[in-house]
């Protein structure tokens, strides 16, 4: 009888640490954000290597997408100690989800550059999207580490 009660104690334990675990795996915002980085290096290495332009197609489509979503991505109050979004997102809604639409209309502006075929055009279209990236970090993100 100890040995089962031990072996529940122990299922208990691990139960509850995979609980934490799942508490402590990374948000839909946070995965959002890190899709969109990998998406802004692969037209960042892209550019770097000189081409193919059309390359650069579906990776400015997902910045696109994922600028859809940021409304979505920030409902209010889900600011958390430990997030890099600053509270003056929801102080300054109208702003935020303006910059987060820019975004969304740059990155379709590369898309359409993607297409056509020119790396030098999808380069200077990618500093628009960066811009449109930092514009947002600056007035709302803060570095927690």
């Known amino acids: 009888m100890k040995h089962v009660k031990s072996m529940l104690g122990v ?23 890190k899709e969109m980085g990998k998406s802004m290096k692969a037209i960042k290495d892209l550019i ?24 979505d991505l920030f409902p209010q109050g889900s600011d958390t100690p430990d997030d890099e979004a600053k509270a003056d ?9 303006a910059k ?4 969304q209309d740059e990155a379709n502006l590369l898309v359409s550059a993607a297409g056509g075929g020119d790396i030098a055009t999808v ?9 449109a990236c930092g514009a947002c970090h600056k007035a709302y993100r803060e570095k927690t580490n």
């Open 11 to 33: 299922a208990a334990v691990l139960f509850a640490l995979g609980g934490a675990a799942q508490v402590a795996a990374e948000s839909p915002r946070e995965d959002a954000m």
């Open 123 to 131: 380069g200077a279209q990618f500093e628009k999207v960066g811009g």
């Open 100 to 103: 987060g639409k820019s975004l």
């Open 89 to 97: 997102i929801w102080q300054n809604w109208d702003d935020f989800t």
């Open 48 to 71: 770097s290597a000189g081409g193919p332009a059309a390359d650069a197609t579906d990776p400015a489509k997902k910045i696109a997408e994922i600028a859809a979503k940021i409304p």
